[in-house]
């Protein structure tokens, strides 16, 4: 005989009841129990220590003391529970025989960190029968220094006594450290570094006012700004010889890249070659000497024609321009590819009838405006000008007080090149 | 239909205009501010001394410079020095001095007016007894010296020398013509001329008359759109005389040739018909120097050029050959004076900045 148990439907209810409450448990513990999962594993990354001992004073070659220096350190760690964990040796630090936080900081942020979440850094010195230890802690997950102690001792016949009080004086602060007190949060919205890139291979960088380094290798990084993220910074950098750049660029990110545009050598010396329509048979020199790099200068020039006799009873006239000007650059700044200068100064060309013993013709003048185009291609350029000029007419002339042009109207049209120094 | 234009007919269309633009181009480019004449540089005279001698005081000296010529006397350089005529106390002086030169530039004279009252100017001209007209004194042509003074007709314009006529009717006397606007007028549209005679040692106003330039029906309105008379040259082959005349309005230079026999008989009736028949018009705006010889007239304008035309020595007038043109010069105080007879061509500049008088020796 077969019996057929039937369930009561408010028991099926109740088991149904039952098994989501203890699926909704099951997934309330996991919740709760993740974040604690977190706090243990950062609490556990917090007892692993990486040491760092180093002498202060790199010329003194002294193994054992720093053996024994980690020897102790390491003990004193592990009696405090605390796991050390295995690293490379820091590069040398700076020869100083004062123990600086700031030439030490740098050391240890360049350590690689082995998942330790605290470098612990001892850099000794024996110097007058003292020993002195600077203690760091560093957190390398935010590279900051927690905190430190500077320990002395006096030097006994062994090195172990010095030590021993050293790493005495070091415990309480592990102790401390392990107590929490001790304790960085990676900032928010600072900018953490800057890298410089461009500008000129030794150029000095300033930020604002302060020199924060030179560049070499083509960039400079500047750690530890500290500036808020967005934050518009005034970057000067100079070179001797060279145009200042003085500009405002952005910190848009925590570790920010300034691009400089390339330094401009400054121009303080120039030689030209022109040729002008309306003295064409002929060919000029120029030079020019910049009181103001690139801005103002003193120009001084010289052009030769000759002017073949028309006919068989008519000599050569030759031509010697010479004239002594000064000049500024009024549109557009070096950089420009197209630049406009103006100048003034006085003249004279002296006609020379070949052959012919007696007075030569001389056109002093005045040059007004001299307005020049410039096709500025670097450390030589391309230019053009009216040659405005003012003939005064005085002494032995040919051409009176007049405005220098040909009967067509126009004024003489320099042409020329030059190349800059 | 439609018609297209083939690219290889344009083609040499195009050259043409690329080469008649590079040309073009070139010679505006070429050319330079500096005169042309400037070669031909021949003697250099530093006249400061002398003009200091004649005036040393406050004011500006103008400066007017003439070659008076014939085919059998030496030429001559004049150069009139007007200092100025203000005088504090005594009211108008005339102090123009005129320097005489020959054309190698010697200097013969320094000559002063004969009386307080006379002056020197327009007309330029020698006389057919070897001396010279200038203004209404006569210089003689050896060393000029004042010689005597004639009655002043106010009459400015330039002069011809005529030693005789060579087709009748025959003129007993030789003489000199000048011709001239009437006084105080800056253009019009007749010449006043006058006839001089030298009998002995005297001069003598023989005739003179009006010329018209156009006939009186057929005249602009307009006194502006007058003439100016400039130069005028002889020509002895056949006894005509070539004017140049400057129209300021339009602005033009024309030239007309005519009978002198038929002047002084009183058969010319004017030089031209109409406004549009000169034989000889080219487009100049008022030139500063002008000199007609029987061969063409050189032309000084204003924007610098100097411009030289040749045109028929003799019979009807009318321009032959290209214009012959060289840079020459634009300052406005500065005169020139052109010397062409026979070997001797030549041209005069002078220079009151530097009061240095040069030669030059022939460019046209």
């Avoid at chain 1, 039952?18 to 919740?31: E, F, H, M, S």
């Avoid at chain 2, 307080?116 to 006569?138: H, Q, Y």
């Avoid at chain 2, 006529?165 to 009437?182: E, G, K, M, R």
Wanted: hydrophobic content about 45%.
């Amino acid at each position: 005989m077969m019996v057929a148990r039937v369930m009561h439907p408010r028991t099926h209810r109740s088991q149904r009841l039952l098994r989501t409450t203890a699926t909704l448990l099951v997934l309330l513990l996991i919740a709760i129990a993740a974040p604690l999962g977190a706090q243990t594993a950062a609490a556990e990354q917090r007892r692993r220590v990486l040491v760092v001992v180093a002498p202060l004073d790199e010329t003194v070659a002294d193994s054992v003391t720093s053996r024994i220096l980690r020897t102790g350190i390491e003990q004193m760690l592990e009696r405090n529970g605390m796991t050390v964990v295995a690293g490379a040796e820091p590069a040398a630090v700076a020869p100083s025989r004062v123990p600086s936080e700031r030439r030490m900081t740098p050391i240890l942020g360049s350590v690689e960190g082995h998942g330790a979440g605290l470098i612990l850094g001892a850099f000794f010195l024996n110097a007058d029968e003292q020993f002195f230890v600077q203690f760091v802690l560093y957190d390398p997950t935010v590279n900051v220094p927690l905190g430190g102690v500077l320990a002395r001792a006096r030097q006994g016949l062994t090195v172990f006594a010095g030590v021993e009080t050293a790493v005495a004086d070091l415990e309480p602060v592990v102790e401390r450290y392990l107590a929490g007190e001790y304790f960085a949060e990676e900032p928010e919205g600072l900018v953490e570094s800057v890298l410089v890139r461009g500008g000129s291979e030794s150029a000095d960088v300033f930020f604002i006012d302060r020199r924060v380094g030179r560049i070499a290798g083509g960039t400079l990084l500047v750690p530890f700004v500290q500036y808020e993220i967005g934050t518009s910074l005034r970057v000067l950098a100079e070179k001797p010889g060279y145009h200042r750049i003085d500009d405002i660029f952005p910190l848009p990110a925590r570790e920010s890249v300034i691009e400089l545009p390339p330094m401009v050598r400054q121009t303080r010396f120039d030689l030209g070659l022109r040729w002008t329509f309306g003295m064409a048979p002929g060919v000029g020199i120029a030079a020019r000497v910049h009181i103001v790099p690139d801005t103002l200068f003193v120009s001084l020039e010289h052009y030769r024609m000759i002017q073949p006799g028309p006919s068989s009873d008519a000599r050569d006239v030759q031509f010697f321009d010479y004239n002594l000007g000064v000049g500024r650059y009024i549109l557009f700044d070096y950089r420009s590819r197209v630049r406009l200068h103006v100048g003034t100064g006085i003249g004279v060309t002296v006609s020379d009838v070949v052959g012919l013993d007696g007075r030569d013709y001389h056109d002093w003048y005045v040059m007004v405006g001299e307005p020049t185009v410039e096709l500025n291609l670097g450390r030589s350029s391309l230019f053009l000008r009216p040659d405005l000029r003012y003939t005064l007419g005085t002494g032995y002339n040919t051409l009176g007080r007049l405005w220098m042009r040909t009967p067509y109207g126009l004024p003489p049209i320099s042409a020329g090149a030059r190349v800059s120094w | 239909m439609v018609i297209q234009s083939s690219p290889r007919r344009a083609r040499p269309v195009v050259v043409a205009l690329l080469t008649l633009f590079a040309v073009t181009a070139c010679d505006v480019l070429l050319t330079t501010p500096f005169p042309d004449f400037l070669g031909y540089t021949d003697i250099t005279l530093d006249l400061g001394g002398r003009i200091d001698a004649i005036w040393s005081g406050a004011g500006s000296i103008d400066y007017r410079m003439e070659v008076v010529v014939t085919e059998t006397d030496d030429p001559r350089l004049l150069l009139l020095v007007e200092p100025p005529t203000e005088s504090g106390s005594s009211g108008f002086q005339y102090r123009g001095r005129l320097l005489v030169f020959d054309a190698d530039l010697n200097l013969l004279n320094t000559t002063a007016p004969l009386t307080e009252i006379d002056t020197f100017g327009r007309p330029f001209v020698f006389g057919p007894d070897g001396n010279i007209l200038v203004g209404n004194t006569i210089l003689d042509g050896n060393d000029g010296s004042a010689v005597e003074t004639l009655p002043f007709l106010g009459l400015e314009g330039p002069g011809v020398t005529v030693l005789g006529f060579t087709s009748p009717p025959a003129q007993p006397d030789p003489s000199a013509v000048v011709f001239s606007l009437p006084a105080g007028e800056f253009t019009g549209f007749d010449l006043e001329w006058v006839r001089y005679s030298v009998p002995i040692d005297e001069w003598l106003q023989l005739a003179d008359g009006i010329l018209p330039i156009l006939p009186p029906g057929n005249r602009p309105s307009s006194a502006a759109d007058g003439f100016q008379v400039l130069s005028a040259a002889f020509h002895a082959t056949d006894d005509q005389v070539t004017l140049l005349l400057s129209q300021p309005s339009v602005p033009r230079v024309v030239a007309v040739r005519f009978s002198l026999p038929a002047l002084l008989d009183g058969t010319l009736g004017e030089l031209v018909p109409s406004m549009g028949a000169f034989p000889v018009s080219i487009d100049a705006d008022r030139p500063l120097d002008t000199h007609t010889t029987m061969d063409g007239f050189l032309l000084r304008r204003r924007d610098g050029w100097f411009d030289y035309y040749r045109w028929t020595p003799s019979g009807p007038l009318e321009l032959v050959g290209s214009r012959q043109r060289i840079v020459g010069d634009r300052s406005f105080n500065r005169t020139f004076a052109f010397l062409a007879s026979g070997g001797q061509q030549y041209m005069y500049r002078f220079d009151p900045a530097s009061r240095i008088l040069t030669r030059y020796r022939r460019w046209w």
